[in-house]
């Protein structure tokens, strides 16, 4: 699916590998303290208007994984933040990603890729999740392994486009068969 540096290292929880080829840029799982910094940089990313957006308002309803929300820093800075949800479509479990942010000064440099392979190994190396859904770019997120959903076949709680919900699974298959209200 990704590379093989980060299904290994998010298979074990460890970041050494990838913090090793990304300095001085690193990543590391988001601690409380971390939450109103996050909070600064959505607003200033997203605006005001954010809390409409769809992974706003399941974040609403259902709390985050706290151990695969992660922080990118640059040195000691930090720069971006990721979220996962964990969620149910049906009978069968997974994560929403989201939201991803980059601080403007520092895009275009791997930071949002690098978050959301290695979030997105850390979901799907556990049993418990079998899928990984987002809404947003497929251009963007579509060589990270993630697939467009059939549309209007999985329902946010929430007004999305349809053909901007992407999967991401370990079945090939997954993306086209996954059904139902996202609770
Ligand atoms: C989208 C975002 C997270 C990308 O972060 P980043 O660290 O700059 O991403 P990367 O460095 O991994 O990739 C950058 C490349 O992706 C491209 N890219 C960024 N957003 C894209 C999009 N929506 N669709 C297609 N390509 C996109 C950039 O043009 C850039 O291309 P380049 O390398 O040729 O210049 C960042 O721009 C951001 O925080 N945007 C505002 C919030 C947002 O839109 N979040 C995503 C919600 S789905």
Redesign the pocket.
């Known amino acids: 699916m990704t590379d093989k540096i980060f299904q290994e290292a998010a298979s074990v929880a460890d970041f050494s590998a990838i913090n090793q080829q990304y300095a001085p840029f690193s990543v590391r799982p988001q601690s409380p303290d971390d939450d109103e910094w996050a909070e600064n940089l959505h607003s200033r ?2 605006g005001p208007g954010r809390f409409a957006r769809t992974a706003f308002r399941v974040r609403e309803i259902l709390p985050a994984d706290p151990e695969l929300c992660l922080i990118a820093q640059f040195e000691d800075k930090r720069v ?1 933040s990721v979220w996962m949800t964990p969620i149910s479509l049906g009978s069968q479990n997974g994560c929403l990603l ?5 601080d403007p000064d ?9 978050l959301v392979k290695i979030a997105t190994n850390m979901a799907l190396s556990r049993e418990m999740y079998e899928f990984v859904v ?4 497929e ?2 997120y579509g060589d990270m392994g993630f697939l467009r959903a059939k549309a209007g076949t999985i329902i946010f709680p929430g007004p999305v486009d349809p053909n901007r919900i992407l999967v991401c699974s370990q079945r090939a298959d997954h993306a086209k068969n996954l059904s139902g209200n996202i609770l």
């Open positions: 990313v997203f971006g989201g939201p991803l942010a980059i520092f895009r275009s440099k791997g930071l949002g890729k690098m987002l809404v947003g770019d251009e963007y």
